[in-house]
């Protein structure tokens, strides 16, 4: 059972690393695809938008099928998809393929995430200790590496469809071979008997108590992606003109942030085994307001670097830990409560990056930091909601109960 658990481990790992290259080269190149089809400034915003909204789209309808279909096949045939839409994206030359490509792309990204979580939360419920930051961890390497061949791509001056073929030819038989040995959280326990019997208590979680239950985590998972979204969209821009670095240092900070994101997601595992998920979410709120407030009054380029390196540090955890939260507050129905909190990842996204610009617009950009920054602050008023179930054990850490292993989706 241990090797089924570490190839498990290991395969669902890659998913993650191949989501986060997989992104990283659609939106590190959307100038490009802009250029490739003639999409037009005002036009732009209208297919960013679409994304994420069609992806809620799919992370509710993953809401509905994990009752009828198991996340890890759910998860090996979206993620194909996702991988075959970028290629779309890169082959087109009409506005027409362009929408396709994107619609494809935005409703199984919304499965694609959803189940990847799903998974992420099952598995760290049987091994029964933290590694959902470890699953983040290579989603943010493998943005680092998207990121990089995007350089290269950009660099070189290659067409769209030559940056992206390679990278579909490695990455899509890797990953359907890997979904091989993705494992459910019933398929790691044998306890089917055990899901079935305790499904009546996701039923009981409705109405009123579910929502006033998620909705703390949802909240987080919102301010943190407004978060995210701040600074993939205006780091560069916010250096150039408001700090009045170089055009070139200022493609830097969201690689420095994406490189803390890795560390701090490389260690935090260890930070919640040792100190509690309540604690580790606390400080990456105070890191990640203390990294806004240095960008907000920062001088000049490299102590705005310095507020970025901190943003990645601070914000890195958040949403693992609000993924692995909801998989502990409805052990019953932890599949529904992820798809649906995976909705709240989208909502950030979209409210992000338009409410800095506008604020931006309207008042200035440093003032427009302090926004993000007082909501991700926020986040320390819901920090219990992270706290896991009383010990039963009387040694101070948190053990899986064979009654939660493997539990569906059912009645949330």
């Known amino acids: ?12 790992a890659f998913s993650f690393f191949a989501q986060g290259a997989t992104f990283a080269l659609l939106v590190t190149r959307i100038p ?35 009752k009828r279909i198991r996340p890890s096949r759910l998860l090996r045939w979206s993620q194909p998809v996702v991988l075959l839409a970028l290629l779309g994206v890169g082959s087109g030359d009409r506005l027409v393929e362009l929408a396709v490509a994107l619609g494809a792309f935005g409703l199984a990204v919304g ?41 290269v791509g950009a660099h070189w001056h290659l067409s769209l469809f030559v940056s992206y073929l390679p990278v579909v030819l490695v990455l899509l ?27 009546g208590k996701g039923q009981g979680e409705s109405g009123a108590l579910v929502f006033r239950l998620l909705l703390p985590l949802c909240l987080v998972m919102t301010f943190a ?22 055009e070139q240092l200022a493609t830097v900070p969201y690689n420095v942030y994406m490189v803390m994101t890795l560390v701090g997601r490389a260690v935090g595992d260890f930070g919640v085994r040792r100190f509690g998920a309540v604690a580790v979410v606390r400080l990456g709120a105070v890191v990640a307001a203390l990294g806004f407030a240095v960008v907000a009054v920062a001088p000049g380029a490299w102590v705005g670097m310095l507020g970025f390196t901190l943003l990645g540090l601070g914000l890195c955890v958040l949403v693992p830990q609000t993924f692995a939260a909801a998989g502990r507050l409805f052990p019953g129905a932890s599949d529904a409560a992820i798809a649906r909190l995976n909705i709240f990842n989208y909502v950030g996204f979209l ?10 617009d309207a008042w200035n950009y440093r ?32 053990r899986p109960r064979t009654a939660d292993v493997g539990r569906g989706s059912n009645g949330l």
């Open 1 to 12: 059972m241990t090797d089924v658990l570490r190839r498990g481990r290991a395969s669902l």
């Open 32 to 66: 490009a695809i802009q250029d490739r089809y003639g999409v037009s400034d005002a036009l732009l915003p209208a297919f960013l938008a679409a994304v994420p909204i069609l992806a809620g789209v799919g992370s509710v309808t993953t809401e509905q099928l994990v």
């Open 111 to 151: 499965a694609l995430d959803a189940s990847m979580n799903m998974l992420g939360v099952s598995l760290q419920r049987t091994y029964g200790r933290s590694i959902m930051l470890g699953f983040h961890a290579t989603y943010s390497l493998g943005g680092i590496v998207g990121a990089s061949l995007a350089w």
């Open 173 to 199: 038989p890797a990953a359907f071979v890997g979904s091989r040995w993705y494992v459910d959280g019933d398929a790691a326990s044998g306890l089917e008997a055990d899901a079935d019997a305790d499904a």
């Open 225 to 246: 992606y407004i978060g995210d979204s701040t600074v993939s969209n205006w780091s560069a821009k916010y250096l150039q003109d408001v700090l009045g670095s170089s």
């Open 351 to 360: 409210i992000g990056s338009p409410l800095v610009g506008a604020l931006g």
């Open 367 to 398: 003032g427009a930091m302090l926004v993000p920054m007082v909501l991700v602050l926020a986040t320390l008023g819901y920090a219990r909601s992270f706290a896991p179930e009383p010990d039963r054990y009387g040694d101070g850490h948190e």
